[in-house]
């Protein structure tokens, strides 16, 4: 069973920039899973965003965020990180970090999901 939480969600002027954590409760599980980031906003379905390998050697990212969003981990911390600059209003959606065997761009490749933190972009 792995634990996750996440943190560093808010509101930010469009173009400004966000981190979001994911923690793991997990280590030995933490370090051997992909980790991959989605979001959901209100009336749409859960869409991928990013995702990491478990040694941080594949990444892979949805083209409405590439070149402004930043996956990496820290596997000594347990935690998987989602850098955001260059937010944009329609990034506004709650954002929730998934773990799974293989970094998978579909929510069906997950196992352990967490609450999610809510980001706001206003224009």
């Known amino acids: 069973q792995v634990h996750l939480v996440e943190s560093g969600g808010g509101l930010v002027q469009a173009g400004g920039s966000l981190r979001l954590s994911c923690a793991a409760s997990a280590g030995r599980t933490f370090g051997n899973s992909a980790m991959g980031w989605f979001r959901q906003a209100p009336g749409k379905e859960r869409e991928f965003v990013a995702v990491?390998?478990?040694?941080?050697?594949?990444?892979r990212y949805a083209d409405s965020v590439k070149g402004r969003f930043t996956i990496s981990r820290d596997n000594a911390k347990n935690t998987v990180y989602l850098q955001m600059n260059s937010l944009k209003p329609e990034d506004t959606a709650v954002y929730y970090c998934a773990a799974g065997a293989a970094p998978s761009t579909t929510p069906a490749g997950y196992t352990y999901w967490g609450q999610g933190t809510q980001v706001t972009v206003s224009s």
């Open positions: 990491i390998s478990w040694n941080g050697g594949i990444t």
